[in-house]
Nanobody, 117 residues
Framework: QVQLVESGGGLVQAGGSLRLSCAASGRIFSVNCMGWYRQVPGNQRELVASICSGGFTNYADSVKGRFTISRDDAKNTVYLQMNSLKPEDTAVYYC???????????WGQGTQVTVAS
């Protein structure tokens, strides 16, 4: 079993910053990719950013230049630095891990990010 614990969400004014963290624990031999997704009620969950082995990153167009994803392999932790936040960034943010040659996938419980205008 793999567990993900997210932290760092909250309420921030437009233009502000937040940093999300997601720590993975459990039976993990090798992490392939970790990423952040977000979901607004009534909408599908969408990719925000991901980072895979070798440091390869992928960002949604809407967050490029504002958000930065990074990971600490020693701690099996992924971070999302969110700057210049906009009200449209308001959502529940979920962490996802893929490990062990993509045989293992797990999701975090979600953390609310609210950006006030």
């Amino acid at each position: 079993q793999v567990q993900l614990v997210e932290s760092g969400g909250g309420l921030v004014q437009a233009g502000g910053s937040l940093r999300l963290s997601c720590a993975a624990s459990g039976r993990i031999f090798s992490v392939n990719c970790m990423g952040w997704y977000r979901q607004v009620p009534g909408n599908q969950r969408e990719l925000v950013a991901s980072i895979c082995s070798g440091g390869f990153t992928n960002y949604a167009d809407s967050v490029k230049g504002r958000f930065t994803i990074s990971r600490d392999d020693a701690k099996n932790t992924v971070y999302l630095q969110m700057n210049s936040l906009k009200p449209e960034d308001t959502a529940v943010y979920y962490c996802k891990i893929q490990a062990d040659s993509f045989r293992t996938t797990a999701w975090g419980q979600g953390t609310q990010v609210t950006v006030a205008s």
